[in-house]
């Protein structure tokens, strides 16, 4: 079984300011892949980044980056200058491929952030 | 290119019903998954089909089925509608798998009274 933690319900953050969203996780499979996903209030899902259990560097999309620390099971999202845009919900979420993706995505609760002007 | 396409975008139904929704993936993905997300449950795995077979399935009960079509169209039915299966439905389409992203639509979203 795969679990992701997001020990943060709710963000404010100034516009402009760099923002750090935290997401943990556990998983007993040697190769996964981890996700995170921009929801606004429209309900469709945005696929923002991914980073392979095995990838050497951290991943990097636009004013993205993951910062992926695997001993310590974290793969927190790091969203440079932040725009008024990218107040949504985030969710970080989990696939294990030795399993063949047979637990599907596993998500976490997510985070609601708002960006203040 | 086209999105996933998710319809209808809403729904309202009566417990004891039966309804049936559809996902068109992206051109050329043949894995479409479908997704739950409620207020309590937050997001969870139904199923997956992959090339018209059902690949895998989450740990929901035998009234949540689903099928793929030749063309990867897919549609997910639920049986004997309870309060609690008012959610969002997403669809989700992949090409490469995880690697490659998987895609969402917009959704369904089903109320049940």
């Known amino acids: 079984a795969q679990k992701i933690t997001q020990t943060q319900p709710g963000m404010f953050v100034q516009e402009k300011e760099a923002v750090t969203l935290d997401c943990t996780y556990d998983?007993?499979?040697?190769?996964?892949?981890l996700f995170w996903y921009k929801q606004p209030s429209s309900g469709e899902m945005i696929f923002l980044i991914y980073?392979?259990?095995?990838?050497?560097q951290n991943a990097t999309e636009g004013r993205y980056s993951l910062n992926f620390q695997k001993a310590r099971k974290s793969a927190n999202l790091v969203i440079s200058a932040s725009q008024l845009g990218d107040s949504a919900m985030y969710f970080c979420?989990?696939?294990?491929?030795?399993?063949?993706?047979?637990?599907?995505?596993?998500f976490g609760k997510g985070t609601h952030l708002i960006i203040q002007p | 290119k086209a999105g996933v396409t998710q319809t209808p975008r809403y729904l309202i139904k009566t417990r004891g019903q039966q309804v049936t929704l559809s996902c068109s993936p992206i051109?050329?993905?043949?894995?479409v998954s479908w997704y739950q997300q409620t207020p309590g449950q937050g997001l969870q795995f139904l199923f997956e089909?992959?090339?018209?077979?059902?690949?895998n399935k989450g740990n929901f009960p035998g009234r949540f089925s689903g099928r793929q079509f030749s063309n990867s169209r897919s549609e997910m039915n639920v049986s004997t509608l309870e309060l609690g299966d008012s959610a969002l439905y997403l669809c989700?389409?992949?090409?490469?798998?995880?690697?490659?992203?998987?895609?969402f639509g917009s959704g369904t979203r089903l109320t049940v009274v």
């Open positions: 989700a389409s992949s090409l490469a798998g995880a690697r490659g992203g998987y895609t």
């Open positions: 998983t007993s499979d040697p190769s996964y892949g």
């Open positions: 980073q392979g259990s095995y990838d050497q």
């Open positions: 979420a989990i696939w294990g491929y030795s399993g063949g993706g047979a637990d599907g995505l596993t």
């Open positions: 051109s050329g993905h043949r894995s």
């Open positions: 089909y992959f090339s018209e077979t059902q690949r």
